[in-house]
């Protein structure tokens, strides 16, 4: 039930207002598409593409942002969120859903790092509830074996060749030292690293986090090559030990998914084509429509 034009009626500026929030918060913020794109995954996984993520805890209430693995969610995803919504109130009061914000803003976000345009489906209702505790095993984390996150993607409805798509958005943005130095930083083995990276990237990476147990907010670029273009290089760069995290090497080393690394490697308009048919997937996935759930005045509280 939810439609390309959902909002025709209602909001005719909805797209615009979008569109517009968008470009000025990525052009003052060059982290806002990778941490939207990350944000929507986070908001999508557990219980469906809602807004859950949004909520702020209360008193009463611990909600799925205080979740230790949503800690890292950057401002920026939240903020581009909220701007557009503050504008889409005055345009249209109580009409448009934080979650529809988030899965439009995510593709005019892609977009403008050069990434492929698909078409986002509106009508999503917010959800009325977000609780941390429900967050536990619909998430992947890198320490995952690969079993383990091709599991989490197929309870979701995802093949490994979409699991595989979803995770070239690995071509921009970054990632915390302390997500990828277990593998890179392993004292106990005096500054061995683990053989599937590049040994000059190990060392290059060692060097970059040497001091994240002070400073945990240092963080390496997950593309190396091009951290700001979304394009295929992210795929290029696996078989050349430049992956930085775990689960991004295991796409190549794990007989499951290097096929699909190799064919996405080789050829970027696969890769669009197939990342844009798993992202408008993932945009569908556990939608709540019609009456349930609800249209949040403010995209942190429920109503
Ligand atoms: C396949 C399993 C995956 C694992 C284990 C994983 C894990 C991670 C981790 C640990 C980070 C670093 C977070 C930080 O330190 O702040 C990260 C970053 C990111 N992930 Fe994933 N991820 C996976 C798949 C995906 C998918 C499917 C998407 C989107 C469709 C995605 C989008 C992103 C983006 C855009 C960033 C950069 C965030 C930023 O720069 O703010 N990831 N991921
Ligand atoms: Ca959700
Ligand atoms: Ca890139």
């Known amino acids: 039930r939810l ?3 959902f909002y025709r009626q209602s909001c005719p500026q909805f797209s615009k207002i979008i569109q517009d929030t968008v470009t ?3 052009i003052t913020s060059p982290t806002t598409a990778a941490a939207t794109l990350r944000l929507f995954l986070h908001d999508c996984l ?3 593409c809602d807004a859950s993520v949004l909520v702020s805890s ?3 209430n611990r909600a799925e942002r205080d979740h230790e693995i949503n800690l890292s969610l950057p401002g920026d995803g939240f903020d581009v969120v909220v701007r557009a919504k503050t504008a889409l109130e005055l345009a249209c009061p109580n009409t448009v859903s934080c979650a529809d914000i988030l899965a439009a803003a995510t593709r005019d976000l892609v977009v403008m790092l050069g990434g492929p345009y698909y078409n986002v489906y509106l009508g999503r209702r917010d959800s009325r509830i977000s609780k941390s505790s429900l967050i536990d095993g619909h998430l992947p984390k890198p320490a ?7 599991e989490i993607f197929s309870s979701k409805g995802f093949t490994v060749e979409e699991m595989v798509a979803l995770s070239g958005a690995h071509t921009i943005g970054f990632s915390h030292c302390k997500e990828f130095t277990s593998d890179i930083y392993n004292y106990s083995k005096s500054f061995q690293y683990d053989p599937q990276y590049n040994p000059r990237f ?3 990476l060692q060097k970059a986090c040497a001091d994240y147990r002070n400073n945990p907010t240092l963080s390496v670029f997950n593309d190396i090559m091009t951290p700001n273009k979304f394009d295929n290089v992210y795929f290029q760069n696996l078989p050349k030990g430049l992956g930085l995290l775990k689960s ?3 796409l190549f080393t794990d007989p499951r998914t290097r096929p699909f690394v190799e064919k996405f490697a080789a050829d970027e308009k696969s890769f669009f084509q197939a990342f844009s048919q798993a992202m408008q997937k993932l945009s569908l996935v556990g939608v709540q429509t019609g009456r349930r759930g609800e249209i949040r005045h403010r995209c942190d509280q429920i109503n």
Do not use: C
């Open 46 to 48: 557990p219980n469906g």
């Open 248 to 250: 991004d090497h295991g």
């Open 144 to 150: 995952m074996p690969m079993s383990q996150i091709i």
């Open 202 to 204: 190990a060392q290059g």
């Open 58 to 60: 209360t008193a009463f």
């Open 24 to 26: 000025n918060k990525q």
């Open 3 to 5: 439609s390309l034009d």
